[in-house]
């Protein structure tokens, strides 16, 4: 069964870059079925979805970190990655990676849908 | 952006009890397009339940899914010890995914 790492510093400075990766172990993430998602959670603002990449490239964000945020894969380390700058306090958080079902509509968008497998997440601390 | 109100917050229930948890959209989602999660404390959520009513793999009979448009519903069926914890409601009839605010069922 699919497994989920993220990893990455646990402390970062305000206004610098965050940066974590998640390593996907017993599955690859060089698959057409799925797209991999970044979600965070804070005591504020609850569940927040951050954006989701397909292994070929293509990525979804959410619009009010969009500006901020990169997301990126390394198929040959299993791995995607998230980079959010100009972080504040507000961006501390538990980040989780997830597997993301995705569809394709009839007129050929995608469209992401759940999340079915969830890293065991990591609390990111934004702090001067 | 959907808004996604969850009520009510906190649900204080007994073991054997039946509970009914509510998920109201800021706007129609359309056909079927919300999914539930169940996460107890140090834990990731888990998928229960997506496209309304399926339940994800593993997940017991106890749990089940129903409404449209902005008025979706989980319900589990009779409690038991580990059903104890806080669940959340997630939209993707749009293009921004959004959660909702939780709901926790805790022990009476």
């Known amino acids: 069964q699919l497994q989920l790492q993220e990893s990455g510093p646990g402390l970062v400075k305000t206004s610098e870059t965050l940066s974590l990766n998640c390593t996907a172990s017993l599955g690859s993430i060089d698959t057409n079925s799925y797209y991999w ?3 965070r959670q804070t005591p504020g603002k609850g569940l927040e979805w951050i954006g989701s990449i397909y292994y070929g490239g293509n990525t979804f964000y959410n619009p ?3 500006s901020r945020v990169s997301l990126s894969v390394d198929t040959s380390k299993n791995q995607f990655s998230l980079r959010l700058n100009s972080v504040t306090g507000a961006d501390t958080a538990v980040y989780y990676c997830a597997r993301h079902t995705y569809l394709v509509s009839f007129g050929g968008a995608i469209v992401v849908r759940w999340f079915d497998s969830w890293g065991l997440g990591t609390l990111v ?3 001067s | 952006e959907v808004v996604l109100t969850q009520s009510p917050g906190t649900l204080s229930l007994s ?5 009914a948890l509510s998920c109201r959209a800021s706007q129609s989602l359309g056909s079927s397009d919300l999914a539930w999660y169940q996460q107890k404390p140090g834990q990731a959520p888990r998928l229960l339940i997506y496209d309304t009513s399926t339940r994800a793999t593993g997940i017991p009979d106890r749990f089940s899914g129903s409404g449209s448009g902005t008025d979706f519903t989980l319900t589990i069926r009779r409690l038991e010890p ?3 914890a806080v669940y959340y ?3 993707y009839g749009s293009s921004s995914l959004t959660f909702g605010g939780g709901t926790k069922v805790e022990i009476k």
């Not at chain 2, 073991?15 to 509970?19: L, M, N, S």
Request: some cysteine; overall charge neutral; hydrophobic content about 30%.
């Open chain 2, 89 to 91: 409601c997630q939209q």
């Open chain 2, 15 to 19: 073991p054997g009890q039946r509970a």
């Open chain 1, 125 to 127: 601390t934004v702090s």
């Open chain 1, 64 to 66: 009010s970190l969009k």
């Open chain 2, 82 to 84: 580990e059903d104890f």
């Open chain 1, 37 to 39: 998602g970044w979600i």
